[in-house]
């Protein structure tokens, strides 16, 4: 007989490696912010792995690399793949095989996307995937997958100079120290998702380039005007 979704057992699962969460968090999130084009072509999903925003770390990954994540989600039950195209299409199996409810997927999907977070800045991040009514409500989804056996989230200890406690997944295992510190530089920027401040670097530095490219077209206008420019002070 087979399983239905509320009699499947519940298994804990091994530590996923770093892009095997990415790639199950992809298809989470595209479910709920695409649902036109879930499940996911391997195309779709590895561009959603190789975003560039609202992702922490920003990843660079190829399709084999997705594909061997996915043959391994396969084997925990976590993806399946759509028979009923003539493009093989993947979606996930999250809830059923953690038996946590949607909205602690959201929670822990939006983790295992952007890496550490406060309850304040998951409360807004999963917004698309689950309208958390306030940051109390989120909290006390977050105590009971950490209370679960085994936890799937820690608290981590309060950053110096942060306001409040981040939290982070433990579906890729142990956090480490270094994912622990990141965003520790104080309250501004612990603000400030890490994958959105990168792009905001990129964007400063991409300006500042088509700043210096027009200031030498326009004096090499200038010279070819005869006009100086140094009355105006560029």
Known sequence: MNSTPETLPHHPV???TQLEGRVLAVLVEKQHTVPDTYPLSLNAL????????????VMNVSEDEVLTAIDGLKRLSLVFEGS?????????????VLGVPSQSIALLTMLLLRGPQTAAELRLNTARLHAFADISSVEVFLEELAASEP???VKLPRAPGGRENRWMHLLCGEVS??????????????????????????????????VIRLQAVLEHMAGELGISLDRFAL
């Open 177 to 210: 120290a270094e994912e622990a510190s990141v965003r520790s530089g104080g309250a501004e920027v612990d603000a400030i998702p890490p994958s959105e401040f990168e792009a905001m670097k990129a964007e400063q530095k991409e300006l500042a380039e088509k």
């Open 151 to 153: 936890p799937h989230v």
């Open 14 to 16: 091994r530590s996923l």
């Open 84 to 96: 009923s195209s003539r493009v093989p299409r993947f979606e996930q199996n999250m809830k059923r």
């Open 46 to 57: 590895t561009a959603g792995c190789n975003q560039k925003t609202a992702r922490a770390p």
